[in-house]
């Protein structure tokens, strides 16, 4: 079956490290395969670069969580500071910050360690369309949940409503 409209999409390729600059923090665990966030140290970083698909909707929501591994009842504060902005646009000079405070686990925690999803909270479009732009930051803050806490990914649920734009640069 072939669509009755080309259109196009983005592969992505972030030009961001998951490390913070020379001292390669925060630490990787090779055995657990994830990010070790330490406790109440809001200097190790981990940068990321989205560039939201074609397919994205207009005018819809964004849902970010973080994927970690949940050793005790007690949750930890992770924090996200953003910037979204569009192509040919001026980049926002400052930034907004999220608290998972603000979010919710997905599951209840039962005993052991288990693989747990803590949300931020949702964040609506204010202008920006598909193929736009956002700066990311993450980190841990807080003294909630003794030692490091092993995180495996960070992801942005989103409404596509489309199988991409109809034109290649979006404005």
Request: aromatic letters at 12%; proline letters at 5%; a negative charge.
């Amino acid at each position: 079956m072939y669509l009755k409209y080309k259109t196009w999409d983005d592969l992505r390729f972030p030009f961001t490290r998951d490390k913070q600059g020379q001292t390669s923090l925060p630490d990787f665990d090779f055995t657990n395969l994830g990010l070790l966030m330490p406790q109440n140290d809001a200097t190790e970083i981990v940068y990321l670069i989205a560039q939201f698909p074609h397919n994205k909707a207009e005018n819809s929501v964004l849902r970010p969580h973080i994927h970690f591994i949940q050793s005790e009842s007690n949750i930890p504060t992770f924090k996200m500071e953003y910037r979204w902005y569009n192509n040919g646009e001026l980049v926002p000079s400052g930034w907004t910050t999220l608290s998972s405070d603000d979010g919710e686990v997905a599951f209840p925690y039962t005993s052991g360690d288990m693989l747990q999803i803590i949300s931020f909270p949702t964040i609506s479009e204010n202008g920006e369309s598909v193929s736009s732009i956002m700066d990311i930051k993450i980190y841990r803050d807080d003294n909630l949940v003794t030692g490091d806490v092993l995180t495996k990914e960070f992801d942005i649920h989103y409404i596509i409503d489309t199988m991409g734009s109809k034109t290649e640069f979006q404005k």
